[in-house]
């Protein structure tokens, strides 16, 4: 006999499969180490707080750094392990029954689904045309259905790592009341944000992230943003305490520190225009630029073989080939100067070769 919600049982278990390779370009992960940069901070700022208690001072410090960094008051801010955390908390908020469904278009993050499914709560998909447009009219005829619960946009949007115009994300906030996500994990690379709409529309939640611009992926952090009235409700599914003080604290590091990682992330968008003007000159090869810390690429009918040809090489990268108008592609994360020089290094010596 199963034992657990009966939809479970032919649902697969969330499992990131990643090869550990020496360059490993594949999750949109930094190469600067919060603990390296800013070893002596966070030593000497763990000294005042105590792993024996449940809370401390750090929590009220951070929320109102937080606050400072994102330009928002305390109380529209929430914050959870990760952009993830808070999709799970958002998605089981709103989940009224087996009926209930969130939209989004696709591809987008796989992991909506994945959290979609833990919480029973449907996700339905608007596919990007092969320009990745997206068709605002088909969400919002979507989302009209009384069961849909919540309209999510990624932006930018990963893998595609394009935006939506403002002219489209107004459009869709002004024909809905359903709360609308908007997930700006990639915020400090795109520098487009829609958090001063949230005073205007009250059903208007966003998702930033410390993974990407911030370097700290590991860390697992990551908040949310809304109205006051918004944090409450969804502070009623969430775990006590879901945060430990140690990740509080580093967090709060990084934000004190923040010079360091925006400079950083200020490299990156460097380095991604330069590696993609270097692509761009090999004719054979399609190359999308972002505004994230990724790009796109496809080789056509030879991209498995050139995934595979870097993977030889020591080289991970991001097959994201699932969806259709996705087949051929792969995704590669910027990362060190020397990791862009040997990976654009060796996808010309592919090329010349094999193509
Ligand atoms: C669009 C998007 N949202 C959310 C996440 C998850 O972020 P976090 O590491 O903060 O959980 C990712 C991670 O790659 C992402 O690309």
Not at 108 to 122: E, I, M, P
Not at 160 to 185: A, F, P, Y
Not at 243 to 264: D, K
Request: net charge neutral; aromatic share 10%.
């Amino acid at each position: 006999m199963y034992l657990f919600r009966k939809n479970l049982e032919a649902q697969k278990a969330v499992n990131i499969n990643v090869p550990r390779k020496r360059r490993m370009m594949c999750l949109n992960e930094s190469t600067l180490d919060p603990f390296e940069a800013i070893k002596d901070k966070i030593i000497d700022k763990m000294k005042d707080v105590h792993l024996n208690r449940y809370f401390n001072d750090v929590t009220g410090q951070l929320y109102t750094k937080l606050a400072e960094y994102a330009e928002v008051e305390e109380d529209q801010l929430v914050f959870g392990n990760g952009v993830d955390e808070m999709l799970y908390y958002l998605f089981t908020a709103v989940r009224e029954s087996s009926e209930s469904f969130a939209v989004s278009f696709s591809p987008s993050y796989f992991d909506y689904k994945s959290y979609c499914n833990a919480v029973g709560l449907t996700i339905k998909h608007v596919n990007l045309d092969e320009n990745y447009a997206n068709d605002i009219d088909a969400f919002l005829e979507i989302a009209a259905d009384d069961n849909c619960k919540l309209l999510i946009l990624c932006n930018p949007n990963n893998p595609t790592g394009q935006l939506l115009t403002e002219e489209q994300v107004l459009r869709i906030l002004n024909n809905t009341d359903k709360l609308v996500l908007i997930d700006e994990t990639y915020f400090e690379f795109s520098k487009v944000t829609y958090k001063n709409l949230i005073s205007k529309y009250s059903n208007l939640i966003i998702t930033r992230s410390f993974s990407k611009a911030f370097s700290a992926a590991g860390l697992r952090f990551g908040y949310l943003i809304s109205n006051a009235d918004n944090i409450v409700q969804l502070k009623k599914v969430m775990t006590a305490f879901n945060i430990g003080l140690m990740t509080q604290t580093i967090a709060l590091c990084i934000l004190e520190e923040r010079h360091i990682f925006l400079a950083h992330t200020a490299e990156v968008i460097k380095f991604r225009n330069e590696v993609y003007a270097r692509l761009k000159k090999i004719p054979q090869l399609k190359v999308v630029n972002t505004h994230t810390n990724f790009l796109l690429l496809s080789l056509a009918d030879k991209t498995k073989q050139l995934f595979d040809f870097l993977q030889e090489n020591d080289i991970a990268l991001r097959d994201v080939g699932a969806h259709p108008i996705m087949k051929n592609h792969i995704r590669v994360t910027i990362s060190s100067k020397e990791d862009n020089d040997i990976f654009v290094q060796k996808v010309n010596e592919f090329v010349r070769e094999k193509c």
